[in-house]
């Protein structure tokens, strides 16, 4: 069964396999993002956390850690956070769109 990804303007319904994190893995993954997020943000280059899965084992929740790869140095961060592996990811800034995008279905 497919879960509800919401998203600024909508909401569509995507179907894909059950293989991610437990409910409670990631209830417990983002309680320590809670209270482990204000510092992570602190950091310079950190451009967003949140909870996903890891790459190579993606039943198990990660802190996801979004570092903007055109900062030049590479934050120092923790291989864990509480319990939680940390998932490294480098992107460009994020851009927010001003407009609606309607989901297709």
Request: with cysteine; net charge neutral; glycine share 10%.
């Amino acid at each position: 069964r497919g879960k509800t990804v919401s998203f600024v303007g909508g909401s569509c319904t995507a179907v894909a396999p059950a293989t991610g994190p437990s409910d409670s893995a990631v209830s417990q993954a983002t309680a320590a993002l809670d209270d482990h997020g204000p510092d992570l943000m602190r950091r310079g280059g950190i451009i967003g956390v949140g909870v996903g899965a890891l790459d190579e084992n993606p039943s198990e929740a990660a802190i996801v850690i979004y570092i903007d790869r055109t900062h030049g140095a590479v934050p120092e961060l923790p291989e864990r956070v509480s319990s939680f592996r940390v998932k490294r990811v480098f992107t460009d800034p994020f851009v927010a769109l001003p407009a609606k995008v309607p989901c297709s279905q």
